[in-house]
């Protein structure tokens, strides 16, 4: 819990920052008058520390001292201070006294941007003039010195320190102070990453604390709307699946009272946490991060993702999934890719009974198998895919894969990237753990090696065979490129359950140039699948199969115009694709379990196996 609460709560409006820049009026007023009436009648620190500890929160950081300069705990160094008040106590020993009685660790968060110091100075008041910094104002950082003293050494043990400044070097001094102090002492900001506002895109290295408020502001602003309980409780499984804490601001009023709005917040997060916390404490973040939804009920909308965490110290993998428009009652499935079972595999909901679930290990998973049997091709020189890769004009190699689900039409697709050991494995990643469908060039490279795929140097990829293919069409004519032998590599597959994957990959055009992508990493043109029709791979001159979107003609035919699957791709093949001037061929196959394989040049290595049959193996027309 992160509290803003100072002496301005009175006025309503942002806390502190009124006071910058403002005239010599209003800065008398502010600084001499608003202490004389700050006497919150209904305050009860009990009540805010109860509140925090159903929510689950496991520490509290209270703004000692914000930019204003008011100091909520009877320090000798100013008279601008919480004792000067018709209050009169010690708010800061009440409000520590509460946290602890409910075994919560506390913290202050305190400004050395000063307000008031600059006013008794005569430095208008300000957060980024040097002189009005206490790294240039050798007076002001000896009164700030003796505050932070007795703010360390006045109330006990004390966990946390947060140091909300304008400069960066100015952190540095006053955390240097704080560790002489107390060396154990953990400072977030001025000693991690604290993003404001917002929770980064990927995880950062080491702790890392993201600070939101529940409404707009910091301090207490009357009527100002408030976050739903499934933002806030979104961005705190976000936060912690990316191996963060959520620092979660409340701002009490004047009268000492957490709003209603804010407090009904918290409750919601209370309910929630009552049945989960499990999965967002003492929890780190899992290899993987998060997939898209995919259900029979949500239809994969991008911003909605299944989160994961895994326990410290058990062998539990927690994935929590967004509840959006879900309604009462109804029977919910979802499709887990990112996690393989076992027999020994056992899955329960948090805080429910297990009779409500059902679970059942899908060990054949489509896309899984599809791109084992891809890698291994991959992994060969002998195929124009991942390691056999042939050479652009350039004398580089840029890969392309695609991959899609027949169950729920998730497909992802990596183009031109130079990295990646098995870009089959980057497509896969760019459907499971992206919104995307197609990622291009070096950002398809950073995205695969921000998952944990294998990085390669772009050297990896190199063959004697392939550049000396390269040099003879060269030396032949440079505008030439290669369309006779092509050996893109592709896989279909279909379950038990009769759900269909398809993927490809392909190193593309012996000498290609400007950048070209071919069909291969083009869903509907060289992959596509749907269970309600057909799985389909292709190889061949890509620019003919993207503008006739070859793959997708296969499905089409037979879901519109009821073809079986051996007379799809027969057109598609021998008239549509003959009929523009096209080489090349598929494979193909439908939740049936029958095969069609089309081509309309010499050969297409091939090769497909049953389940209890053996494997047949054709290369030519045979």
Known sequence: MFIHWSVD??????ISHNAAASSADYQDRYFNELQK?????????DEWAK???????KYMIFTAKHHNGFCMWDTETVDFKITNTPYGNDIMKEILDAFRKYEIPVGFCYSPDDFYLNYIQGIPPSRNLPEANPDQN???WEIEKEQ???LLTNYGKIDFFFIDEYYDFANTLVADYCWELDPDLIITRGGMETPGQKIPNKPMPGPWEACFTIGRHWGYVAEEPVKDGSEIINMLVETRAKGGNLLLNVSPD????????QEARLRETALWMMANREAVLDIKPFKVINEHISSNWHYEEPEHYIWFTKSKNDNVVYAIVPAKNWGVGGYKTFFIRSLKGNADTKVSVLGQQETVMEYKLKTTGRPVVAVAAINIMEDSPLFNAGKGAVFTNEGKNELDASIMDGSNLQAGAVASITTVKNPINAALAVMLHSPHVMLVGAGADEFAAEQGLEIVEPSYFHTERRMKQLERLQQKETSKTDFHKWGTVGAVALDKYGNLAAATSTGGMTNKQYGRVGDSPIIGAGTYAENESCAVSATGQGEYFIRGMISYEVAALMKYKNLTLQDAANFAIHEKLTQMGGEGGIISLDAAGNIAVEFNTRGMFRAWKKAGEKAEVYFYTD
């Open 9 to 14: 709560v009175q006025l309503g409006t942002i």
């Open 37 to 45: 009436y700050y006497k919150p009648k209904n305050f009860d620190p």
């Open 51 to 57: 509140l925090a500890k159903l929510a689950g929160m």
């Open 138 to 140: 050798k007076e002001m």
């Open 148 to 150: 932070i003293r007795e």
């Open 254 to 261: 004047s009268h000492g009272i957490i709003p209603s709005e």
